[in-house]
């Protein structure tokens, strides 16, 4: 029986070489890609992923109709109309709008895989939808990385137990033939409870909840609110 080729990238991605066939798992659960799945499952169009402010702001100034998305550190840019929480986008106003969007992590993570067949935003929010479509085009896929973004340059725990237990899902589900980074991250998994209860106590999370951003830990750690799943392909992020 044929197997998928599984890798996990962590914030020392940089020296890993990405193939223009690889579909790559982005995650960034605190708080990017919980955002982006959010706007998608609230009927956003189009995501525009710059990785520098200046670029956000010049797509604005072209297109006034073009909402402009810019955090660093957790905290919105001045003359930005949006942050980077799942819980700006998560209402109804946002249908049919086109978003451009940099974040501290997920936006540079996402330059850096660019040239791939495709990337894949997985949260919690959409983890059942994300293993579907990794089930569905099994046969179509050379072989799947999970990026996770971390913060600032340094491992994210919360992006690491994510990766942990989408791994869990997607083997009871495929074959996979895994790398070491997975098999480790495997062999360490808890069960769901102690999971959610160290990605509430984990060291990004303190951070943003000591700049009042504790609603958006609770909103990303949601099973399957959404279900879809955003991709970035040709230079912007849209479902299929």
Known sequence: MATLDLFTVTN?????????????????????????VTAFGNGVKEIIPCVEIEQVLNIKNKNSEILAAC????????????????????????????????TTNCTKAIDI???????????????????????????????????CAGNNDKESEEDNLFATELIFNLKNKIDLNLDERSISLLS????????????????????????DKRKDIDFSLIFNKFDCVPIYANRSIKIK
């Open 71 to 102: 955090e660093r550190n957790g905290e919105k840019i001045i003359g930005a109309d949006l942050d980077n929480s799942p819980i700006s986008f998560n209402n109804h106003s946002m249908k049919d709008k086109i978003i451009a969007l940099s």
């Open 188 to 211: 360490l998994r808890d069960d769901i409870d102690k999971t959610l209860h160290k990605l509430i106590n984990s060291t990004h999370a303190k951070r943003l909840i000591s700049i």
């Open 113 to 147: 895989a660019k040239d791939s067949m495709e990337i894949l935003f997985a949260a919690f929010l959409n983890i059942d939808a994300v293993c579907n479509y990794i089930t569905r085009n099994f046969n179509k896929i050379n072989r799947c990385i999970i990026l």
């Open 12 to 36: 020392k991605y940089s020296g890993f070489e990405f193939k223009s066939t690889d579909t790559v798992i982005l995650i960034d659960i605190y708080r990017a890609s919980s955002t982006i």
